[in-house]
């Protein structure tokens, strides 16, 4: 990896902290948070009105990633519960000095703050929801819209309850040149581990790194099966698309190493303080592709400060979709069996899951990921020769395969409910192309059993379980022709089982009264109301869609899509006797800035909801990264829609 001469900061010492801390799980008797070191730091968690707590090996476990990267997953049970919406002010002390955040990091506090601070509330009374967050797309980026929230609402009641991050968190499939370029310069920077690469063109990660198509040209190091052929021409029958199924997968992330550079270059400013990456040798062609991402690239950092103040001061729980891990992860059977049937193609969706584990996975839920930690610094501990055993990490990839807990319940009031999409799936027996099922029965029939008895519950899909129906109608049909890569055709209807049981648990008459879906993954942002016909006395379902944090849809595409959808799928329409939500009446809810008829929202940022006693949505509003004024989602009269 050649490079100009650095810059002087390249040059300076490491500063302890690369990224974080980051608020997690907060519940009254429970702290969760993670964060990143250049080296094992020596911390204590300093409480106002609790005092100092040591964080030693059983409050903080530390997992390296390299020579000058250690992960810190700190954990605190308090004695004495916090007390609730209530203003809590912390700081993470470093060393015998006890330097504080105001020291290591003061762009992580507000105005004249010398330490952080959150809130535990009692209630989920209102929330920020948010998915796919790209770097170099052109939109801004919807955390800062957080920012600015926390920025001017000082009182601890109006504080969101959490930031729910409901997939896409980071895009390992689909990464820009000058972000490739700079997690090379930040693996080579901390010392980041290298392993060994079975089955590829190239048999280790320096190779991988230094070879000439690992810029833009990534397709061309694919693994061959047995039978000479590709995995892209598995896929598409010889359409040239590469690494997986990505369209866009020049630069798609393949080691361990590159995926956590990835996390703590979108998550923190400091990592990119600590390098000064060059472009490499490009084609023209490519170099203006280059130069283009790097503009976008240099807008995101610039304001990464923010959003890391913003992950300072508000709990935030998350999920992976596809693109943590890889684009259409695991849509059907074929796709499972071709990707996980040779080492290399195992070993990428392998990398992103341990990264996955570690920076978002184990903060929702931490007491699940026990064993598999203790696995994973047995394969931290392998790498002090700078190489990871690749035993271990098949090992502990195949362990994380089979592992079945990173749904989790958050036990709040409404109850939030937080669904796995992707790794337990319905597969389809009669046509492995077939998209398989979001959810399969066992785990339908666990979700139910987690509902029960609520009055009101929140649950988080990645994918909308109503979604657009037009949109829905054109992925079935090329379903129906055996092309479901090519219009990505995820949604709950897609496969007729599960359909038809998640659509019976809210009509169960011991499940709740009124649920909340969030969901993302559309990169365009809706809310439904759904009503099942004829029943007067309920349930009550809203579908709230915001998508993206920072991606939108094409905006002439999605303009025809919401008018041929209003046109074709209206109350009246016959149309609607065709669908499998036809026991259901679909009520649309109005942007309030939209066009006369507009129904999809485009715009990239942050959804929020407020909430009711009854936890019924009572405002919806999504916050626009552009600067445009906040845009509220308004509720239609419900007589214009017949039962």
Sequence with gaps: MSESLPSPDYLAILPPVLAGPLLRRLEPSRLVMWLVGSRTLSLTLRLHGVGDIPLDGKTCTVIPAGKHAHIHLIDVVLETPLPCDTLIEYDLMIGQGATGIADWAPHLLYGEARCANFVVRSRIDQLLHGSCRKPHHPAADGLLCVDRLLAVET????????????????????????????????????????????????????????????????????????????????????????????????????TFAEVMAMY???????????????????????????????????????????????????????????????????????????????????RIIGNALIAYMLCQGWGNNPDVFSALLEKTRRLSASGDNHYLDAQVQDNLIQELLRFQNWHFVLPATPALVVIDTR???????????????????????????????????????????????????????????????????????????????????????????????????????????????????????????????KNEFPKTLLEWFDRLNRWLYSPRSPLNWLTKRRRMRIVPYVPEH??????????????????????????????????????????????????
């Design 264 to 346: 703590l270059l979108v998550w923190s400013p400091t990592p990119w303080a600590l390098i000064n990456p060059q472009p490499p040798a490009l084609t023209h062609e490519r170099r203006m592709r280059y130069t283009l991402e790097q503009t976008r690239i240099d807008t995101f950092k610039a304001g990464l400060g923010n959003v890391a103040r913003a992950l300072a001061h508000l709990p935030s729980l998350m999920i992976f979709d596809d693109h943590d891990i890889t684009d259409d992860w695991n849509l059907s059977a074929q796709w499972e069996e071709t990707a996980y049937g040779h080492p290399f193609s195992k």
């Design 423 to 549: 790794t337990r799936r319905w597969r389809s027996e009669m046509a492995l192309k077939q998209p398989s099922g979001l959810l399969d029965w066992e785990a339908l029939s666990e979700l139910q059993q987690e509902l029960l008895d609520h009055p009101s519950a929140i649950i988080v899909s990645p994918a909308p379980i109503f979604g657009v129906k037009l949109i829905e109608t054109v992925q079935k049909i090329f379903s129906w022709c055996g092309y479901p890569l090519l219009v990505d055709a995820e949604n709950w209807m897609a496969h007729r089982g599960a359909a038809q049981v998640i659509l019976n648990i809210f009509r169960h008459s011991r499940t709740p009264g009124n649920y909340v879906v969030l969901s993302g993954d559309v990169h365009y942002s809706f809310v439904y109301e759904v009503l099942i016909r004829h029943r007067k006395a309920g349930p009550r379902i809203w579908q709230i869609t915001s998508s993206g944090i």
């Design 155 to 254: 009182s601890p009641s109006l504080r969101p309850a959490l930031l729910m991050m409901s997939g896409d968190q980071v895009y390992t499939d689909d990464v820009a040149g000058p972000m490739l370029r700079a997690i090379h310069t930040l693996i080579d920077r901390l010392g980041l581990f290298d392993e060994h690469l079975e089955g590829a063109v190239v048999s280790d990660s320096t190779k991988l790194y230094e070879h000439p198509a690992s810029y833009y040209h990534r397709a061309d190091l694919l693994p061959a099966l047995e039978s000479n052929e590709t995995l892209r021409e598995r896929f598409f029958g010889g359409t040239r698309k590469p690494i997986f199924t990505s369209s866009s997968a020049d630069n798609h992330l393949v």
């Design 594 to 643: 939209a066009e006369t008829g507009e129904r999809l929202w485009n715009s990239a940022g942050i959804g929020q909801v407020f909430f009711n006693e009854q936890g019924q949505p009572q405002e919806i509003i999504q916050h626009n990264s552009n600067g445009a004024p906040k845009t509220r989602m308004l509720a239609p009269d419900l007589t214009d829609y017949p039962d």
